[in-house]
């Protein structure tokens, strides 16, 4: 079994941006968002990848991830997942001894910005940068499945 640790925050600051090695535009969208698990299917240049998660809330969680046809992920996407479909560009900075994925949503989601890390183990630590802002690991909004069903236009302006 797969397992995902990972701590999602919001940012403080713009000043990442200077530290980005390299930038991916994501497209993605859910075939399946349960209480116990979500499906979904992901874009990214000329591959794709069908991806099962736990609907663990919290740092830790099971993940499997497979490589599938990029024209079965372009149908998919387009006939048999939720609206809105996630676009967003990650940027990837490192810092200290990790790598912190950024993620910039666009769409529906325009206006977030969210920064993850993840880690080997629950209780590895890690240095938090100075443009880091607070964390929302906890907070079910933040995840990329929810924010498919009540996209972040529907619920920012409540923050």
């Known amino acids: 079994m797969a397992i995902e640790i990972e701590h999602k925050f919001l940012l403080a600051s713009d ?8 930038s991916v535009v994501y497209k993605q969208g859910y075939l399946s968002s349960q209480a116990t698990s979500s499906i979904r299917v992901r874009i990214s240049n000329q591959q794709a990848w069908l991806n099962i998660k736990s609907a663990t809330i919290g740092t830790q969680r099971s993940e499997y991830e497979y490589e599938i046809p ?9 006939n048999l ?7 967003k560009t990650r940027h990837f900075v490192k810092y200290e001894n990790h790598l912190w994925e950024i993620d910039e949503f666009e769409g529906e989601n325009a206006g977030l910005v969210v920064a993850e890390i ?3 183990s629950i209780d590895e630590t890690f240095a938090k940068p100075e443009w880091l802002g ?3 690991t906890q ?16 619920w920012r302006n409540n923050l």
Not at 70 to 78: G, Q
Not at 81 to 87: D, Y
């Open 15 to 22: 000043n990442w941006r200077e530290f980005v090695s390299h």
């Open 70 to 78: 990029l024209s079965d992920a372009h149908e998919i996407l387009d």
């Open 118 to 120: 993840e880690l080997n």
């Open 134 to 136: 607070a964390e929302v």
């Open 81 to 87: 997942c939720l609206k809105p479909v996630i676009e």
């Open 139 to 154: 907070d079910m909004r933040y995840y990329n499945n929810n924010l498919a069903r009540k996209p972040y236009c529907q």
